[in-house]
């Protein structure tokens, strides 16, 4: 708890620095100095130093966005209004694009590459578990890898859109969840006709034998326990 708490802090000092050095040891040396942190302290709490406090970042945002919607009137939305909003607040958690903007650039290079995947698969999974989802087949799958496609592709938008109250971008997400209602529906069509289901028995079969993963706790790519 104490090094979370600690993290929590070097979080707060480094934002102010990200916008003008990024996810950096500049910005992370400053954040601990501001802080009169022990060096070895925040190598402790933050092994790869600013790398580990933008994982922080991006994972207190989806946390951040489960509160904001737990908070929100969704009792009469339908599922694709419900995941509208759910990738909508989550976008609003941040409040500097900039700061964001960094750290798109930061997980965008080989090197952290695997931590973004791994971040945007969390944000996904948070989503749909806010949402209640309790599928346990290869849909489980399906819904967290379209989903994530939909966030990263409505992130990017947002970083660069100027419109009033970010119009373009919300257009632009109706678009991107219209695409993946429309996989939904021709999925249930495959399944609802006798003529297709017999000529993809093979490939569905196979698929229904894949299942949910039974997680223990710290297994690479499950959202962390809130």
Same mark, same amino acid.
């Given at each position: 708890?104490?090094?979370? %708490?600690?993290?929590? &802090? !070097?979080?707060? @000092?480094?934002? $102010?620095?990200? *916008?003008? #050095?990024?996810?950096?040891?500049?910005?992370?040396?400053?954040?601990?100095?501001?802080? %009169?942190?022990?060096? &070895? !302290?925040?190598? @402790?709490?933050? $092994?790869?130093? *600013?790398? #580990?406090?933008?994982?922080?970042?991006?994972?207190?945002?989806?946390?951040?966005?489960?509160?904001?919607?737990?908070?929100?009137?969704?009792?009469?939305?339908?599922?694709?209004?419900?995941?509208?909003?759910?990738?909508?607040?989550?976008?609003?958690?941040?409040?500097?694009?900039?700061?964001?903007?960094?750290?798109?650039?930061?997980?965008?290079?080989?090197?952290?590459?695997?931590?973004?995947?791994?971040?945007?698969?969390?944000?996904?999974?948070?989503?749909?578990?806010?949402?209640?989802?309790?599928?346990?087949?290869?849909?489980?799958?399906?819904?967290?890898?379209?989903?994530?496609?939909?966030?990263?592709?409505?992130?990017?938008?947002?970083?660069?859109?100027?419109?009033?109250?970010?119009?373009?971008?919300?257009?632009?997400?109706?678009?991107?969840?219209?695409?993946?209602?429309?996989?939904?529906?021709?999925?249930?069509?495959?399944?609802?006709?006798?003529?297709?289901?017999?000529?993809?028995?093979?490939?569905?079969?196979?698929?229904?034998?894949?299942?949910?993963?039974?997680?223990?706790?710290?297994?690479?790519?499950?959202?962390?326990?809130?």
């Amino acid at each position: 708890m104490i090094l979370n %708490s600690q993290k929590s &802090n !070097l979080l707060t @000092a480094i934002l $102010p620095h990200v *916008a003008f #050095d990024g996810w950096s040891q500049i910005s992370f040396n400053q954040a601990v100095s501001e802080l %009169s942190m022990d060096p &070895n !302290l925040a190598a @402790a709490v933050a $092994p790869r130093g *600013a790398v #580990d406090l933008a994982v922080a970042f991006h994972r207190a945002g989806d946390k951040a966005m489960s509160a904001a919607y737990n908070e929100a009137e969704t009792g009469s939305l339908n599922i694709r209004s419900k995941v509208t909003l759910a990738v909508r607040l989550r976008l609003e958690t941040i409040k500097d694009k900039e700061v964001a903007r960094r750290g798109s650039s930061l997980f965008a290079l080989p090197k952290f590459a695997a931590d973004g995947a791994k971040l945007i698969w969390e944000t996904a999974d948070h989503i749909w578990i806010t949402l209640g989802d309790t599928t346990s087949d290869f849909n489980w799958y399906t819904k967290r890898v379209t989903l994530g496609a939909v966030y990263t592709a409505t992130l990017l938008f947002w970083l660069g859109d100027d419109s009033s109250d970010h119009q373009d971008t919300w257009a632009f997400l109706d678009r991107r969840i219209e695409n993946i209602m429309q996989i939904e529906t021709a999925k249930g069509y495959v399944k609802a006709s006798n003529l297709l289901s017999s000529v993809f028995a093979g490939p569905m079969w196979l698929l229904d034998k894949i299942k949910r993963p039974n997680w223990n706790d710290d297994i690479p790519g499950r959202s962390p326990k809130v």
